[in-house]
């Protein structure tokens, strides 16, 4: 057996009961088997596969914390710290139901390569909790973030490890999670990411994920011989990565037509009405039905759908294994050109090869939903000289980084015989900087 299968196998049997990080494993591992089998005995040697798969430390921890009733409740805080070969942690912190050690693990071995990608010194972890900010109230809300951050914040720091937000952990979170650090360390540093604009955050992160996601799709198209201006576009989600990618494609002259939520979605043929969203979703924090409630144009339906509609480029922007085999079947059948991920791992991996087999442009999220952890990035250097750049500064920064993200995937995949294949691509790219770090660093 080859030195990848053997580490599969290996990476199977010890992580048996996690099937989101195996499935992110598998993926990894079969794009940069040309890159192993080239210079197998260095890398079998080095164990370089066994510890990159092998997070540098897990921490799960209680977070006891007292709802408006006055009833005690308890959740469970993990932080992955993955890898920092290359730079101090960085990944974003999940509060949903959904989470458990799995979910972090991956996104956490996802954000390794990702990092890598935006070149960029940041290393690869991700955390989180099964607290579920929905239908909290402010002070709950509170009252659970300096919970969690009093135990958080004994692993982290500006130099170490730098969380940020994800799904349910917005600017309110990211808010009462930096005034604990700070209270606790007695410290003002830019130990998280995504904070407000008067107390260290950086112009453009709100918008940061979803405008990055468009910005490497224009390139993907250009690249190509296609124009984005004029296409419609299915997105799901209403999120921060959903609401900002269609603000930015509307901006290049697109149409995005649908949106999602954990009940429901929309397809509004008119084109998705973004200040309306924003209202509905950042405001009110309500569902999707008080959108179509206030949009004539819009049709509302519960549960799943936006892969059904007809149209040319799809942008899953909600959440893991969203886009599954039959969803892909849809797309295809109904002439989509281009599926670019705003989501972490959105597409299952059936799906993705029978996208790839139609000749589907696919970009997968690691390397197009890079723009977020970048202005992350960007954020940290601000902090760290103490200054603010202007919106169009950290704007065309993230364009170029977006930019330049495309073309490296596209010459990773060209460099080994796989062009076109965007999964290899961003693997092999993302993957090359860390071993070598990893290499010239010995063995730890
Ligand atoms: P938000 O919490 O702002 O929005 C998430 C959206 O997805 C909401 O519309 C939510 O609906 C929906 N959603 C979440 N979970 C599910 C589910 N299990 N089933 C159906 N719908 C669901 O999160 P973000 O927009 O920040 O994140 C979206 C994705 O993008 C995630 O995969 C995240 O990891 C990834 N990402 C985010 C980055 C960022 O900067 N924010 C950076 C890079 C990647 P509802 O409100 O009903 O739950």
Not at 69 to 79: F, S
Not at 128 to 157: H, N, W
Not at 174 to 197: A, D, H, S
Not at 355 to 362: E, R, S
């Amino acid at each position: 057996m080859g030195y990848v299968d053997e580490v599969l196998e290996r990476v199977r049997t010890k992580n048996a009961a996690e099937p989101e990080f195996l499935q992110a494993v598998e993926e990894f591992m079969e794009s940069v088997r040309p890159v192993i089998d080239a210079n197998e005995d260095l890398y079998r040697k080095e164990a370089i596969l066994e510890r990159i798969t092998e997070p540098d430390r897990q921490i799960k921890f209680r977070v006891a914390w007292v709802d408006d009733n006055g009833q005690a409740q308890v959740n469970t805080g993990y932080r992955v710290q993955f890898n920092n070969a290359i730079g101090p942690y960085k990944g974003g912190l999940r509060l949903h139901p959904s989470v458990y050690i799995g979910i972090i693990k991956f996104l956490g071995f996802e954000q390794i390569f990702k990092n890598s990608l935006t070149g960029l010194p940041i290393g690869g972890g991700k955390g989180g909790s099964d607290f579920d900010p929905k239908g909290k109230s402010d002070r709950e809300v509170m009252a659970f973030c300096q919970a969690f951050m009093t135990e958080l914040s004994k692993y982290i720091g500006a130099d170490i490890d730098v969380p940020a937000g994800d799904i349910g952990t917005g600017a309110r979170e990211i808010g009462y999670l930096f005034g604990q650090y700070k209270r606790i360390k007695n410290l003002y540093e830019g130990v998280l990411t995504g904070k407000g604009l008067t107390y260290g955050g950086s112009l453009a992160r709100t918008e940061a994920t979803g405008y990055g996601v468009l910005y490497l799709t224009e390139e993907l198209l250009k690249c190509n011989g296609k124009d984005i201006a004029g296409k419609t576009i299915a997105v799901s989600g209403s999120g921060n990565v959903a609401i900002y990618a269609i603000q930015k494609a509307q901006q290049l002259g697109a149409k995005p037509v649908t949106c999602s939520d954990s009940t429901g979605w929309i397809y509004d043929p008119e084109g998705i009405d973004v200040a309306l969203l924003k209202e509905v979703k950042e405001v009110n924090r309500a569902r999707l039905t008080e959108y179509a409630a206030k949009r004539p144009s819009a049709e509302y339906h519960e549960g799943k759908g936006v892969w059904s509609v007809k149209v040319d480029i799809a942008l899953p922007c909600a959440t893991q294994n969203e886009l599954l085999i039959d969803d892909a079947k849809a797309l295809v059948a109904n002439g989509v050109q281009a599926v670019v991920e705003g989501a972490n791992m959105p597409t299952s991996l059936d799906a993705t090869k029978y996208l790839q087999d139609a000749g589907v442009l696919f970009v997968p999220g690691k390397a197009s939903n890079a723009g977020g952890v970048a202005t992350s990035a960007l954020e940290m250097s601000q902090n760290s000289e103490r200054l603010s750049w202007t919106f169009e500064e950290v704007d065309s920064r993230l364009k170029g980084i977006m930019v330049n993200i495309y073309h490296n995937i596209d010459d990773a995949a060209k460099r080994y015989g796989k062009e076109g294949d965007y999964v290899a691509g961003a693997n092999i790219a993302g993957f090359e900087k860390v071993c070598e770090a990893m290499i010239a660093q010995g063995i730890n």
